[in-house]
């Protein structure tokens, strides 16, 4: 970029700054909106004062509508918060990767346990769980009933409940202020509430509906730190060849030991061509993947969901394709082809929750199609720059990115946005990523998310010295402020997420994507405690029982911490 560009997005910045948090508005769309914000309707309101907020404004006459918050809309009794109102059970259609159906990506899946419902895509259409499903139409009827006790919503949406007593905001509150700022898509929820509140039946009718289906695999090409194994077959192959923390990950849905093969681990070819020293590995599966079961990946039910999408596309807005690494997995080319050749691809909008590092795969090239789309948004997960995202999500290449970002900016119907994990590493430079949007103007919008699980990589387990030290350069962004500001969580153990990443060193040296914890993040070394002195430590604090009976409470709870490995 030019200095002259520089200057002109500076000053063309300066039309943009939301007064309330001296940020562009770009960067704040879903964001920070809750600065003083109190407790959720379950035990106090969130701050909805950005919610509506074009339409409220008499001077735009596009967007100004004065019946939208007339006293008994919809809209009305959400901002003022006479209920618990999120738009997303009447407008998205959600599928997990093991095939269970829940309200959102935050939401409860209905696979049967803690009191709901079950329901996968070999047992239930997706037009039946969206118009007939009790899940979905109880939490329905609860958002629209001021004295609801919410029964249902508690066990789905716990989440969002959870979000918003811990920080303030959630993703209902970051969906509702981006949604209720679109009139006309606002005009659609609002009709669609209205006629289930008044009939008790929820009928797709309306263009509005977002498809968002995690049926297409698990095939990734990195290796994030804190992602979960169930999203990305690199993982779970990483995990299978060594890397894994019984501590971090063992409550996770994708079990380690239950899908070792001690017998059969070949390294891959695509590994050692691309220089990764077998020498580190340890060889334990033959295929990480092929023991993953996803009740999806393969065979009939990909078809189906194609079939299934295709029958409903009149009233579908958009389709957010989630991996794994979307723009890496063939299978979903399919349906944009034939959504194309259905001639609906005009009116869709496509969405990607993508690293976009590569934009191929084998005969597919994304820019070839994304010209027959209404509007391609490519949500990139940038949480990080530099040496750090490449740390962080390993095998990330930065420049290629950028690289990728800008080529897609040159499409007029591309929107490409960020959107970061805050988590115990990336809080560390997160700053860095708004200060990089700043600098270069390739982005439309960033959104964040605080990481909830694992529990270990969550920002409040930080040492305190960090997050002290942290909370400073986030004045502006509150709900970072807030996790930054809580304890630790209870029984865990700092050291685990040190071993964990220093493992994911250990298996990486040698290979093109060597990197060290302590070299992108050098203000944790003093926190880490080798494994050996740990013991000491142990036995340090027994011996002072004998001489320093003051400390006996205190020594009794250390002596009951066993040393993480046998010496
Ligand atoms: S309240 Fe949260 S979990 Fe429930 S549907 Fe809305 S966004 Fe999803």
């Known amino acids: 970029m030019s200095d ?4 002109e997005w500076s000053e063309d910045l300066k039309d943009y700054v939301d007064e309330w948090n001296e940020l562009p508005k770009f960067m704040t769309r879903g964001g920070p909106g809750d600065h003083e914000f109190e407790l959720s309707l379950l035990d106090g309101k969130v701050d909805s004062s950005q919610w509506f907020q074009d339409q409220l404004n008499p001077e ?58 079950k329901h996968t895509v070999k047992d239930t259409t997706l037009q039946h ?48 202020k981006i949604h209720t700022n679109e009139p006309d898509y606002w005009k659609m929820i609002e009709q669609s509430a209205q006629m289930f509140k008044a009939t008790g039946q929820y009928v797709m009718e309306h263009r509005m509906i977002e498809v968002q289906l995690k049926v297409y695999g698990d095939e990734c090409n990195l290796d ?19 890397v894994w923390n019984d501590s971090i990950f063992g409550n996770s849905a994708w079990k380690r030991d239950q899908d070792i093969d001690v017998q059969y681990f070949q390294p891959d070819e695509q590994d050692i061509k691309d220089g990764i020293s077998v020498k580190a590995k340890i060889p334990l599966s033959k295929n990480a993947s092929s023991h993953f079961t996803n009740g999806n990946i393969t065979g009939n039910n990909v078809e189906s969901m194609i079939e299934q999408t295709l029958s409903m596309s009149k009233y579908i807005r958009s389709i957010k394709i989630i991996g794994g690494e979307p723009l890496i997995m063939k299978k979903h080319y399919e349906l944009l082809q034939r959504l194309i050749d259905k001639d609906e691809a005009k009116h869709i909008i ?43 999500r390993r095998r990330t290449d930065w420049k ?21 994990l805050v988590s115990f590493l990336s809080v560390m430079r997160f700053y860095e990523v708004i200060d990089f949007c700043l600098d270069n103007p390739i982005i439309d919008q960033i959104n964040w998310a605080l990481l909830e699980m694992p529990i270990h990589l969550r920002v409040n387990n930080l040492p305190e010295k960090i997050k002290k030290d942290l909370l400073p350069k986030y004045a502006a962004w509150p709900d970072i402020q807030a996790a930054l500001s809580l304890p630790n969580d209870p029984g865990i153990d700092m050291q685990e997420v040190f071993d964990y990443m220093l493992d994911a060193d250990k298996y990486y040296k040698g290979t093109k994507w060597e990197m060290n914890l302590f070299e992108v993040f050098p203000e944790l070394e003093e926190f880490y405690i080798p494994k050996h002195k740990r013991k000491l430590q142990v036995v340090e604090a027994t011996e002072k029982v004998y001489t320093n009976q003051g400390e006996r409470e205190l020594i009794d709870m250390l002596t009951l911490v066993e040393p993480t490995e046998k010496y």
């Not at 002259?4 to 200057?7: A, D, F, G, V």
């Not at 811990?166 to 993703?171: L, T, V």
């Not at 027959?372 to 940038?382: E, Q, T, Y």
């Not at 950028?402 to 490409?416: A, F, L, P, W």
């Open 400 to 420: 290629k990115v950028i690289k990728n970002t800008e080529y897609c900016r040159r499409y007029d119907n591309v929107n490409v946005d960020f959107n970061g």
């Open 224 to 242: 994030c730190y804190m992602c979960m194994h169930d999203n990305s077959s690199i993982r779970q192959k990483v995990a299978n060849e060594g």
């Open 60 to 117: 735009n006459s596009y967007n100004y509508n004065p019946e939208v918050l007339d006293k008994g809309t919809i809209g009305q009794q959400a901002k003022d918060q006479e209920i618990f109102f999120c738009d997303i059970p009447f407008n998205q259609l959600y599928v997990e990767m093991d095939g269970s159906y829940a309200a959102c990506c935050f939401g409860a899946k209905a696979d049967g346990r803690n009191g709901l419902p």
């Open 4 to 7: 002259q560009e520089k200057q």
């Open 129 to 176: 769980w969206m118009e007939e499903s009790t899940y979905m139409n109880e939490i329905r009827a609860e958002m629209l009933d001021p004295n609801s006790k919410f029964e249902t919503t508690k066990k789905t949406c716990k989440r969002c409940i959870s979000d918003e007593k811990r920080y303030g905001r959630s993703r209902r509150t970051a969906c509702m």
């Open 350 to 392: 496509i969405k990607y929750q993508t690293n976009l590092t590569e934009t191929k795969a084998g005969k597919h090239n994304i820019f070839n199609y994304i010209p027959h789309f209404k509007l391609v948004c490519m949500v990139a997960s940038v949480d990080g720059v530099g040496k750090t995202i490449e740390y962080m």
